[in-house]
Protein backbone atom coordinates (compact mmCIF):
# COMPACT_ATOMS: atom_id res chain seq x y z
CA UNK A 1 0.00 0.00 0.00
CA UNK A 2 1.61 3.29 -1.03
CA UNK A 3 2.02 6.27 1.53
CA UNK A 4 -0.38 8.80 2.01
CA UNK A 5 0.50 12.25 0.12
CA UNK A 6 1.07 14.45 3.16
CA UNK A 7 -0.84 17.70 3.35
CA UNK A 8 1.00 20.88 2.83
CA UNK A 9 0.41 24.22 4.39
CA UNK A 10 1.70 27.70 4.09
CA UNK A 11 2.26 29.22 7.69
CA UNK A 12 -0.45 31.61 6.91
CA UNK A 13 -2.56 29.02 6.34
CA UNK A 14 -2.18 27.44 9.65
CA UNK A 15 -3.08 29.92 12.32
CA UNK A 16 -6.62 31.54 10.65
CA UNK A 17 -9.33 31.08 12.71
CA UNK A 18 -13.40 32.53 12.63
CA UNK A 19 -13.65 34.12 16.04
CA UNK A 20 -16.74 36.59 18.28
CA UNK A 21 -15.27 39.49 19.26
CA UNK A 22 -16.42 39.46 22.88
CA UNK A 23 -15.15 42.51 24.08
CA UNK A 24 -12.73 45.44 23.07
CA UNK A 25 -10.47 47.04 26.36
CA UNK A 26 -8.68 49.86 24.24
CA UNK A 27 -7.88 50.70 20.77
CA UNK A 28 -5.21 47.84 19.98
CA UNK A 29 -6.31 44.56 22.70
CA UNK A 30 -9.86 43.12 22.34
CA UNK A 31 -11.07 39.18 23.61
CA UNK A 32 -12.44 36.93 21.67
CA UNK A 33 -14.14 33.43 21.22
CA UNK A 34 -12.36 31.65 19.28
CA UNK A 35 -13.71 28.57 16.59
CA UNK A 36 -10.83 26.45 16.42
CA UNK A 37 -12.51 23.89 14.52
CA UNK A 38 -14.50 20.08 15.20
CA UNK A 39 -16.58 21.90 17.84
CA UNK A 40 -13.50 23.04 20.46
CA UNK A 41 -13.70 26.84 20.99
CA UNK A 42 -11.25 28.95 23.21
CA UNK A 43 -13.16 31.44 25.44
CA UNK A 44 -11.96 34.75 26.53
CA UNK A 45 -8.79 35.01 25.33
CA UNK A 46 -7.05 38.51 24.87
CA UNK A 47 -5.56 39.22 21.52
CA UNK A 48 -3.13 42.15 20.94
CA UNK A 49 -3.65 43.68 17.29
CA UNK A 50 -0.43 43.20 15.46
CA UNK A 51 1.82 45.60 13.66
CA UNK A 52 -0.05 49.14 15.54
CA UNK A 53 0.16 51.16 18.51
CA UNK A 54 -2.90 52.90 19.94
CA UNK A 55 -3.35 56.08 22.63
CA UNK A 56 -2.90 54.91 26.00
CA UNK A 57 -6.87 55.39 28.52
CA UNK A 58 -4.68 57.30 30.73
CA UNK A 59 -2.16 59.83 30.79
CA UNK A 60 -1.81 62.74 28.11
CA UNK A 61 -3.15 60.69 25.47
CA UNK A 62 -6.58 59.67 27.63
CA UNK A 63 -8.87 61.51 24.98
CA UNK A 64 -7.52 59.93 22.27
CA UNK A 65 -7.53 56.15 23.70
CA UNK A 66 -11.13 56.70 24.13
CA UNK A 67 -11.44 57.95 20.57
CA UNK A 68 -9.21 54.70 19.43
CA UNK A 69 -10.61 52.28 22.03
CA UNK A 70 -14.67 53.48 20.59
CA UNK A 71 -14.14 53.28 17.23
CA UNK A 72 -12.70 50.05 17.68
CA UNK A 73 -15.60 48.85 19.79
CA UNK A 74 -18.04 50.04 16.56
CA UNK A 75 -15.98 47.90 13.69
CA UNK A 76 -15.41 44.77 15.81
CA UNK A 77 -17.50 44.23 18.88
CA UNK A 78 -19.93 41.51 19.02
CA UNK A 79 -19.03 40.78 15.94
CA UNK A 80 -17.88 37.30 13.88
CA UNK A 81 -14.53 38.15 12.36
CA UNK A 82 -11.73 36.11 11.24
CA UNK A 83 -8.49 36.10 12.76
CA UNK A 84 -4.92 35.64 11.60
CA UNK A 85 -2.34 34.65 14.56
CA UNK A 86 1.12 35.81 14.44
CA UNK A 87 3.16 31.92 14.47
CA UNK A 88 1.25 31.98 17.77
CA UNK A 89 3.67 34.64 19.58
CA UNK A 90 2.43 36.53 22.41
CA UNK A 91 3.92 39.58 23.43
CA UNK A 92 4.95 40.60 26.63
CA UNK A 93 1.68 40.26 28.67
CA UNK A 94 0.57 37.12 27.00
CA UNK A 95 -2.00 38.33 24.44
CA UNK A 96 -1.54 36.59 20.90
CA UNK A 97 -0.74 38.83 18.57
CA UNK A 98 -3.67 38.94 15.50
CA UNK A 99 -4.25 40.61 12.34
CA UNK A 100 -8.28 41.11 12.58
CA UNK A 101 -10.30 40.82 9.62
CA UNK A 102 -13.81 41.59 9.38
CA UNK A 103 -16.05 40.12 6.49
CA UNK A 104 -18.70 42.81 4.64
CA UNK A 105 -20.82 41.61 2.23
CA UNK A 106 -20.26 42.09 -1.76
CA UNK A 107 -16.85 43.87 -0.23
CA UNK A 108 -13.10 42.70 0.20
CA UNK A 109 -12.68 41.79 3.85
CA UNK A 110 -11.46 44.72 5.75
CA UNK A 111 -7.94 44.44 8.14
CA UNK A 112 -9.06 45.98 10.83
CA UNK A 113 -5.16 46.85 12.04
CA UNK A 114 -5.12 48.69 8.82
CA UNK A 115 -8.48 50.69 9.34
CA UNK A 116 -7.72 51.81 12.36
CA UNK A 117 -4.17 53.68 11.26
CA UNK A 118 -6.37 54.74 8.36
CA UNK A 119 -8.73 56.66 10.64
CA UNK A 120 -6.15 58.63 12.77
CA UNK A 121 -6.39 56.16 16.04
CA UNK A 122 -3.11 54.43 15.69
CA UNK A 123 -0.06 54.06 14.27
CA UNK A 124 2.01 51.27 12.66
CA UNK A 125 4.86 50.16 15.60
CA UNK A 126 7.47 47.68 14.51
CA UNK A 127 8.04 45.16 18.06
Partial sequence: MP?????????????QYRARVTAVYDGDTCTAD??????????????RLHRINAPELRGADEMKGKAARDHLKTLIEGKEVLLQTIKDRREKYGRYLAEVWLEKPDAAPLNVND???????AQYHDY
Fill in 3 to 15: SPTPVTASPTQLF
Fill in 34 to 47: IDLGLGIWVRGEKL
Fill in 115 to 121: ALVAAGH
